[in-house]
């Protein structure tokens, strides 16, 4: 073949500059572990170009100490795309992106599972570069009775093989003086192509641009296009279409079907390859540990034992072993604030710092132990390989309303946090699927409103039963999930109109989960959270800080609650008052929800700022525990002290936190329309608590939405259709309780 | 003749892939997933809602909905 050589593919330069690795392989072959054990936390995680694949970049050292970069591909079954994830595997392999082409490839294959895992393999092998095949979990397979030829399938495949149980760090040595060696020689293999389609990609090979490194492979990805591949290739490069086209109807003219004959011929030879690579021992059929485990997780009652089982743990830790870091967080930013405080001068300054910043930032890192823990379970279900079950169990309720198994976690992710959530859609193949996905995630009640919930309930009822407050928190949380489901089903009928997705999932066996692997990832999402969602919560709550300080009262003894209706907040409060008069609302709930669009939880802050209780260094951001709902009634005298309790330091910020919600509650309770009659009833506080299960307040998801759909385009849409569906339900719900005489 | 189809097998039934009635865009997943002609398969189970099946094929698990299943014909083994 005649490669045209590039500049960027300095195939033969050797260990001068620093040799850059690619490593790909299917989903579930422990290709994650092989990069952690060799970068550690040498890793660098970004994000490609244009899409929101995460782009994930390690330094190592071969034997001689030479600095190798290692770039993890996201896990592909081909190079033939049909998802985001295996679009940047298949660019970065062949050199469309903005990084240096690989000079290498590591492709990690699942020794228990050849034949499919070493069909990316062989596609790989057309790219003709150099390539060292890591024969992954030969422990597993050797359980299941499978031996390895390894000398013949180095020869038979015509690459470097190295033997590795990466898990426990067994053969990374040989991986690594694999990829030391002074010249990596590109394989002397690959799978044939059957002749008719050989002739047509060798001709359109030779008429692809000059740049193209591997024109050969990229031939033959053109020649099995599918329709949607095809109208994107007519956009993209409309000059090559045509010559695509001409050689797709003259192999079709002679009875060809491409991807099939093509695809049928590389599993052929990778058949006959492994009939004499591979020794099967014993008997083939008996049941694997695995299969054993999934009688009982997919069967038809204990499956569901253990799916809720599961879900219930989860949760369980999420909303209460959380509980106590985050007091401590809350502890720590307190104590922060009061140095702050204490070492700045009264004025603006102290003021931004202490009610603006400091409380801003902690308002965020406050909800990072839940993401932590949510992470850590999705580690561990993902890991384990229980997601796919669990996608497997819930296929049918999800294709209920056009979805499939694989929105399932997106949208259970969304309880703790909307932004992992939307991230977690990334394995959504289906575009629109996936956009479905998004766009209804943020409905599911996260723990930032249940301190909206846990006050607007204390309001309403201030000396109901515990049971019967967690009766109606639940009703919200079902609220949101089956407004969720609702609009997927809608906007699966109209806007987002497609074919009902196929599902076709790899149910994985069943493996012990890496610890390591679990907590880099924690470890760097919690990075990816603090940055995305602190910066866009920090600058807002400066603005919130700003719109409800200035312009300040020229009068000094102006009162704190007539200087917040006169601020530029509390201007806009009356400017909205209109808007949500028919909600049952008034300017004062109206500045509280304008500072929940950065994050909802700034509520109960903001509202004790608007009813005057509190001093200074109670911020408007300020996050109240997003846990357990408080429910105790205490007496209104005992918060009246509320004030002495702030002096008394860290240790008490719980209390104080306590205090302040039961201080706005009684000063809610004690609200009075000018004509005398209560502001919060029962009603309201309804509608109000539906308007923050429907709304979209939360500016770090829509930051998030944005990045992860390129355009401003869906956020807004997103905005825009929860501010209807919120004002649409609180507005039926307080005019049809008025009707009735609430 | 109409030829069975692998949404019509029961749980333990071995069959051969014998052809497909589906969209060019599905093929292509369901081939490089190696759901190819002549591969053979097996129905392990359906999930506990009835849908969708576990089959085993090349030596691993793979989950599809009936409604794919109808558009693969079969040959029993």
Known sequence: ?742 | MSAELLSQLAPGDKARIAGFSLPGESLSRLFEMGLTTGAAVEVVRFAPLGDPIDIKVRGYHLSLRKREAAGIQIERI
């Open chain 1, 1 to 742: 073949m005649d490669h045209p050589q590039v500049s960027e593919t300095p195939r033969a330069v050797a260990a001068s500059s620093v040799r850059h690795i690619a490593i790909a392989g299917n989903p579930n072959c422990g290709k994650s572990t092989i990069f952690n054990a060799l970068t550690g936390l040498r890793q660098k995680v970004g994000n490609y170009p244009g899409v929101t694949v995460e782009r994930k970049t390690g330094r190592f050292f071969g034997t001689h100490g030479e600095p190798m970069v290692l770039v993890d591909l996201p896990g592909s079954y081909s190079l033939q795309v049909h998802s985001a994830d295996e679009a940047v595997a298949r660019d970065v392999l062949l050199g469309r992106t903005d990084m240096p082409r690989p000079e290498a490839v590591v492709v990690v294959v699942d020794a228990s599972n050849l034949e499919r895992n070493l069909y990316l393999a062989a596609q790989l092998l057309d790219l003709q570069i150099p390539m060292v095949l890591a024969l992954n979990m030969v422990d597993v397979a050797e359980q299941n009775g499978t031996r390895i030829d390894k000398a013949a399938l180095e020869r038979e495949f015509g690459v470097p093989v190295v033997p590795m149980v990466a898990s426990k760090g067994i053969g990374l040595l040989e991986l690594k003086q694999t990829l030391s060696r002074e010249v990596l020689p590109a394989p002397d293999k690959r799978p044939p192509v059957p002749e008719a389609i050989e002739k047509e990609a060798q001709a359109l090979a030779k008429r692809l641009r000059a740049d193209q490194g591997s024109p050969f492979s990229e031939a033959l990805l053109l020649l099995t296009l599918q329709e949607s591949g095809l109208e994107e290739l007519a956009r993209h490069e409309p000059a090559i279409l045509t010559p695509t086209m001409e050689a797709l109807a003259r192999l079709r003219a002679a009875g060809v079907e491409p991807l099939a004959t093509l695809v049928e011929a590389r599993y052929e030879w990778i058949g006959e390859l492994c009939s004499r690579v591979v020794h099967q021992e014993g008997e083939v059929s008996k049941l694997t540990l695995s299969d054993r485990i999934d009688l009982i997780v997919t069967h038809r009652v204990w499956g569901w034992v253990a799916f809720l089982g599961v879900m219930a743990i989860m949760f369980f830790c999420i909303f209460t072993v959380a509980q106590y870091p985050m007091e401590w967080i809350e502890g720590g930013f307190g104590w922060l604030g009061e140095q702050a405080k204490a070492l700045i001068p009264e004025g603006h300054f102290q003021s931004l710092v202490t009610d603006g910043v400091i409380a801003g930032v902690g308002g965020v890192v406050v909800f990072l132990p839940q993401i932590l823990i949510l992470y850590f379970f999705l580690g561990l279900l993902e890991d384990s390989g229980y997601m796919a079950r669990a996608a497997f169990m819930m296929d049918r309720v999800m294709s209920s309303v056009g979805l499939h198994g694989k929105s399932f976690i997106p949208l259970l992710s969304s309880f703790a946090c909307a932004i992992p959530g939307i991230m977690a859609s990334r394995t959504i193949e289906n575009r629109k699927d996936r956009l479905v996905t998004i766009l209804v995630a943020p409905l599911m009640s996260c723990p930032a409103r249940l301190p909206v919930y846990a006050l607007m309930i204390a309001v309403m009822m201030p000396v109901a039963s515990a049971a019967a407050k967690a009766g109606i928190m639940l009703s919200m949380y079902v609220l949101g999930a089956v407004t969720a489901f609702l609009m997927a089903w809608i906007f699966k009928k109209t806007l987002l109109k497609s074919e009902k997705p196929m599902l076709l999932l790899e149910l994985p066996p069943y493996r012990m989960p890496a610890l390591k692997s679990i907590g880099l990832r924690m470890w760097e999402r919690s990075g990816i959270f603090l940055r995305r969602a602190g910066t866009v919560i920090l600058s807002f709550s400066v603005i919130l800080w700003a719109l409800l300080k200035f312009p300040e009262p020229v009068n000094p003894e102006t009162s704190k609650a007539d200087a917040i209706s006169q601020s530029y907040g509390g201007q806009l409060g009356h400017f909205i008052e209109p808007v949500i008069r028919p909600l049952g609302y008034d300017w004062k709930i109206g500045i509280g929800i304008i500072g929940s669009f950065a994050a909802r939880e700034v509520f109960v802050g903001t509202m004790a700022i608007v009813y005057n209780l509190e001093s200074e260094d109670e911020a408007p951001a300020k996050a109240e525990d997003g846990g357990k709902p408080k429910d105790e009634a205490k007496p209104a005298a005992e918060a009246k002290d509320g004030a002495e309790a702030k002096a008394a330091g860290e240790g008490e910020s719980v209390d104080k936190e306590e205090k302040e919600k039961d201080e706005v509650r009684d000063a809610m309770l004690a609200e009075k329309h000018a004509d005398g009659t209560p502001v919060f009833t029962p009603l309201v506080c309804v509608s109000l608590m539906v308007y923050y299960v429907l709304a979209m307040q939360c500016l770090a998801t829509v930051a998030v939405v944005r990045r992860e759909t390129n355009s401003w385009r869906w956020p807004l849409f997103m905005v825009g259709y929860m501010s209807v569906l919120a004002w649409g339900a609180s507005f039926v719900i307080y005019q049809a309780g008025r009707l009735l005489g609430f």
